[in-house]
């Protein structure tokens, strides 16, 4: 029998059967539709930009954006009212996504926050006109050189980056897959739709274009590589284990996987793989929650980027990212404890110490507010350390109440305006409690909650995951998570007496006077702020019942 002969045997023997060796793909869509949503609209508002006219753009984005952010949200609630925060939770389309209560309570709280950061990406009132035409906070042609002609000639004819409406949109969808994804590929790939709209908006800024363009490039780069060793990681995961799927994963670093063949026994017992591959995949997490070593990015990204992106950034990526984190230490390495608790330690005490002794240096308030945002990830990072039940709801509840008062703290930024735009030098802020009362009052309140003075979410936040980590026995990283809120007290305070108890400058900011959006979405911090202080229970009782992971 000839070669050719016998390899047309084996393609007919392999054909005689082909399509029963295949499985359909069954999809749950209803799970899944708060992602669905958003990835349509994303879609629907390219066809827009394709299609729509210029006058009708930046009204038919901002009404599809709304539209589809509030529908995934009331997508959200009627799963978790059915059941699938509790009882039904189950993993979806085909082991690729885990729709359980950390998953519910992540997605809405994004959703929420990318509703309000919204509304600051559409403020049109701050900056006076230019030649008739309302402007935004994003360059009117961002492809063209800053300061050339074409730049001059695109704000003449009142061009807008409407774009940045459909970026928004698949980074929403990004970040509702990421602390939801069951398998590694999954998880790549929601990093990815998250990272890349992010790195395009944080190059738009419509003033100071070069320090914008520049926070963009390093942001790039610095997440290409955290997505190299993330991507590294999982290929070294998927040697060890054979296996994609969280569970499997588990199940292997656990030693009670069901059938062990014999490739498998051979790499099981390579604990290297195993412990290098965690490494690698927490080392990228940790870079999206801006945790040191990983944090260089954070503040150049944070005073670069457009104020509007920021807000949304500093808030919706932390969420993402930490739910993320939560699913892979909780549900894919929980044989690894041991392992990871020591060193998650160790991180998490330099986080909180650096960002807040480094934060006491900074001039520029958007600098502040970025090193504000490492420390507290670091205090967070005390109730993943935790290990037990109420360290998963504790994080959920610190990270809705932290994304509300990060998205309000930078829209009042926005409000600070002198003739260059903003005016986030805070030597600019001196006095403003005289000029401005009311806006010096509630930006008083958001730093009195990123302190975390009682009365305020950021108390009830920092409480409840201090007292977690100390049930899981990590008392000592308590007592230095109090002493790093002390010292970051100190900077917040400074501010507040900068603003009430100096004399104003003659030369001074204004304070614009923004459109119903900005109040919205200030008023909507505040309120958040507020009630989450005065009256939290319900929420922790809420954060309580989302806390269990499907396995």
Not at 113 to 123: K, N, R, S, Y
Not at 214 to 221: G, H, N
Request: glycine share 8%; charged share 10%; aromatic share 10%.
């Amino acid at each position: 029998m000839s070669t050719a002969a016998a390899v047309h045997s084996l393609w007919t023997t392999a054909a005689a059967d082909p399509i029963s060796k295949i499985d359909a793909p069954r999809i749950e869509y209803g799970q899944l539709a708060p992602t669905l949503i958003v990835v349509g609209a994303a879609v629907v508002g390219i066809l827009v930009e394709a299609f729509v006219p210029r006058k009708s753009r930046y009204y038919a984005q901002m009404f599809v954006s709304a539209v589809a952010l509030a529908a995934a949200f009331a997508a959200v609630v009627a799963l978790a009212a059915n059941g699938y925060a509790t009882t039904k939770a189950g993993i979806a389309a085909m082991g690729a996504i885990a729709v359980d209560g950390p998953a519910l309570f992540l997605q809405g709280t994004i959703l929420l926050t990318a509703l309000v950061g919204l509304f600051t990406f559409a403020e049109r009132r701050l900056d006076p006109e230019a030649h008739g035409n309302r402007v935004d906070s994003f360059a009117a042609q961002p492809a063209s050189v800053p300061g050339s002609d074409s730049e001059k000639r695109a704000v003449k004819a009142g061009f807008t980056t409407t774009e940045v409406f459909p970026l928004l949109l698949f980074a929403v969808a990004g970040m509702l897959v990421f602390p939801a994804a069951n398998d590694l590929l999954t998880l790549f790939v929601a990093l990815e739709v998250l990272s890349l709209p992010l790195y395009l908006l944080c190059a738009l800024a419509r003033r100071k274009r070069l320090m914008s363009q520049e926070a963009a490039v390093k942001y790039f780069l610095l997440g290409a590589f955290a997505s190299a060793f993330t991507l590294f990681g999982i290929a070294l995961l998927y040697g060890y284990a054979g296996s994609m799927s969280y569970a499997t994963i588990a199940q292997v670093v656990d030693g009670t996987v069901p059938e062990v063949t014999p490739a498998l026994a051979d790499t099981m017992g390579n604990d290297a793989l195993l412990l290098i591959g965690a490494a690698l995949l927490v080392m990228g997490l940790l870079f999206k929650v801006g945790a040191v070593p990983f944090h260089m990015w954070t503040p150049d990204v944070y005073q670069g980027a457009p104020t509007p992106v920021t807000g949304f950034m500093a808030a919706a990526t932390k969420v993402a990212a930490f739910g993320a984190l939560l699913r892979i230490l909780y549900v894919l390495l929980p044989g690894l404890r041991w392992d990871w608790r020591p060193v998650m330690w160790a991180v998490a005490i330099v986080t909180m110490v650096v960002g807040a002794i480094v934060a006491i240096t900074q001039t520029d308030i958007k600098r502040l507010l970025a090193y504000s945002a490492i420390s507290h990830a670091g205090f967070i990072l005390a109730g993943v350390i935790a290990a037990n039940p109420s360290g998963i709801s504790s994080v959920l509840f610190y990270l809705a109440a932290y994304s509300f008062v990060t998205v309000g703290a930078f829209a009042v930024v926005t409000l600070v305006r002198d003739a260059g735009g903003e005016a986030t030098h805070l030597s600019k802020w001196a006095g403003l409690g005289r000029r401005s009362p009311l806006v010096a009052a509630v930006f008083a309140v958001f730093l009195l909650a990123f302190a975390g003075i009682p009365l305020t979410s950021g108390f009830a936040g920092k409480f409840a995951v201090f007292k977690a980590a100390a049930e899981g026995g990590a008392v000592p990283l308590v007592v230095v998570g109090v002493i790093a809120s002390a010292i970051a007290a100190f900077f917040y305070i400074r501010v507040i007496v900068l603003m009430f108890f100096s004399e104003p400058r003659p030369e001074g900011p204004t304070v614009a006077v923004p459109s119903p959006l900005t109040m919205t979405a200030i008023g909507v911090g505040v309120a958040v702020t507020v009630v989450l202080g005065v009256a939290p229970q319900y929420f922790l009782e809420l954060a309580g019942d989302a806390g269990v992971f499907v396995r």
